[in-house]
Nanobody, 127 residues
Framework: QLQLVESGGGLVQPGGSLRLSCVAS????????IAWFRQAPGKEREGVSC????????YYADSAKGRFTISRDNAKNTVSLQMNSLKPEDTAVYYC????????????????????WGQGTQVTVSS
């Protein structure tokens, strides 16, 4: 069974940090571009960041630039999202998704390109 499982969410105060993990089971992430998306209550899902399979190039939405860092550890079949300087507006359910592609490309604003999705992990930023 092909599955992505996110973890690492929780409640954090503004200015705090969280590290989200996305672990694949049933397949290897080596050949997949991986993206993180999030969905806040009452809002549409939006892309946050992505990382390519070929060279590990990274891309960020404006909301994440300078605060979030995406990385991958193919040996552990894991992609992480380090989130620093968190703001209340970062509150959302965060999802990772995988797109089978071997070129050095990824997108965080085209959800339809992603074949596999995790169940999401809740991030709440509140004092």
């Amino acid at each position: 069974q092909l599955q992505l499982v996110e973890s690492g969410g929780g409640l954090v105060q503004p200015g705090g940090s969280l590290r989200l993990s996305c672990v694949a089971s049933g397949f290897t992430l080596n050949y997949y571009a991986i993206a993180w998306f999030r969905q806040a209550p009452g809002k549409e899902r939006e892309g946050v960041s992505c990382i390519t399979s070929a060279e590990g190039s990274t891309y960020y939405a404006d909301s994440a630039k300078g605060r979030f860092t995406i990385s991958r550890d193919n040996a552990k079949n894991t992609v992480s999202l380090q989130m620093n300087s968190l703001k209340p507006e970062d509150t959302a359910v965060y999802y990772c998704a995988a797109d089978l592609r071997l070129d050095n490309q990824c997108s965080y604003d085209r959800e339809y390109e992603y074949d596999y999705w995790g169940q999401g992990t809740q991030v709440t930023v509140s004092s």
